[in-house]
């Protein structure tokens, strides 16, 4: 009696479709097994990923896995000065995000030395944020002296906003602050996990940098679409793309 063809691997889930990553027992999509299949056998077709979300205010956080256990033992107490100031921009937008709103409202377009106060105030809140959450060992230069850092944030120079839109932004931005807020959540919990981390090894891993990322882009991007105006995309946690070809710093 003759033998059939050799068996090989399957490259392809058999119930979804997905391309099988090498050396992988199941699937990441659906969680079926992957099965020896015989050699010549129709492959079904892999299903196409969604096209990634590209947002005009993006940002960048390279993986740093180095770190000091002195500076991130003693991060808060370090990043005081940095607190201080947060909150003091804090209560200046108070003032200058109504006005910035008003103006939208009137020409469609954010005033431009607005938009630079606010894109200031985005990129050191973020900047921040992502220090005193141990993403980043790099601490924020103070918003005047913006230069150049391992986080970036990209900002377009101008954007066009609907007054429709704008006037209504309070009430359309509620479920992405909510998420927003829940995702701060997120944050406080992943930077008691980076601190204990570090503490013991030296480094950050990798899976709570990747994380922290997703949480601080979305935080990043519901703060510039509102109070700061300064993008009329609607924010999402869907995958990004690649950034705008916008100035960085």
Do not use: N
């Amino acid at each position: 009696m003759q033998a059939g063809p050799p068996a090989r691997a399957a490259r392809y889930c058999t119930r979804c479709g997905l391309e099988r990553f090498p050396g992988a027992r199941f699937c990441t999509r659906c969680g079926a097994s992957f099965e020896q299949i015989e050699a010549g056998a129709p492959l079904p077709p892999a299903v196409e990923e969604a096209p990634p979300i590209v947002y005009p205010v993006a940002l960048e956080l390279p993986f740093q896995p180095q770190a000091s256990r002195l500076r991130s033992g003693l991060r808060l107490p370090i990043a005081l000065p940095h607190l201080v100031l947060w909150l003091l921009l804090v209560i200046l937008s108070l003032v200058t995000t109504p006005l910035a709103w008003v103006a939208a409202l009137v020409t469609g377009h954010q005033p431009r030395r607005f938009r630079r106060l606010h894109a200031a105030m985005l990129r050191y809140a973020t900047r921040t944020a992502a220090y005193v959450a141990l993403a980043t060992g790099s601490a924020p230069a103070w918003p005047w002296r913006d230069g150049a850092h391992p986080l970036a944030i990209a900002v377009p120079d101008d954007v066009r906003l609907s007054r429709l839109r704008t006037l209504l932004i309070v009430p359309l931005s509620i479920p992405a602050v909510l998420t927003a807020l829940l995702f701060g959540v997120v944050t406080v919990m992943l930077a008691i996990g980076a601190w204990v981390a570090i503490l013991a090894t030296g480094r950050l891993p990798r899976t709570i940098h990747d994380m922290q990322r997703v949480a601080l882009g979305f935080q990043c991007r519901t703060l510039a679409y509102v109070p700061l105006l300064l993008m009329a995309k609607y924010p999402w946690y869907e995958r990004e793309g690649v950034l705008v070809p916008v100035r960085r710093s």
